[in-house]
């Protein structure tokens, strides 16, 4: 997750992606370091089947430089483009 390209990087797990991504986006938790740094924007994601294993590359994107990082987004997503956005997700029906 990020602000705007080239921004504030958020990396995190989840096992409904969906759902993480509204509460980001609404800013369910305003305490939490993507509502301080309004980090909205899903611009790389990787899928696993185990949960151990997104562990493990969670841990280690954790490690990594900030050049890697943005060549690993930049590689995927060149523009930066917020990828959630035709997910067709219903943001108000939390807010409800």
């Not at 490690?63 to 997503?77: A, F, H, V």
């Amino acid at each position: 997750m990020t602000n705007k390209p080239n921004g504030v990087l958020y990396i995190g797990i989840t096992d409904n992606i969906e759902e993480r991504i509204k509460e980001h986006k609404l800013k369910v938790y305003p305490k939490s370091f993507t509502a301080k740094y309004n980090c909205d924007k899903l611009v790389y994601f990787e899928e696993f089947e185990n949960g151990e294993e997104a562990v493990v590359r969670e841990k280690r994107f954790k490690k990594w430089k900030r050049d890697w990082k943005i060549e690993l987004i930049e590689d995927m997503n060149s523009s930066w483009l917020d990828l959630s956005i035709n997910w067709n997700l219903n943001y108000n029906k939390l807010r409800d």
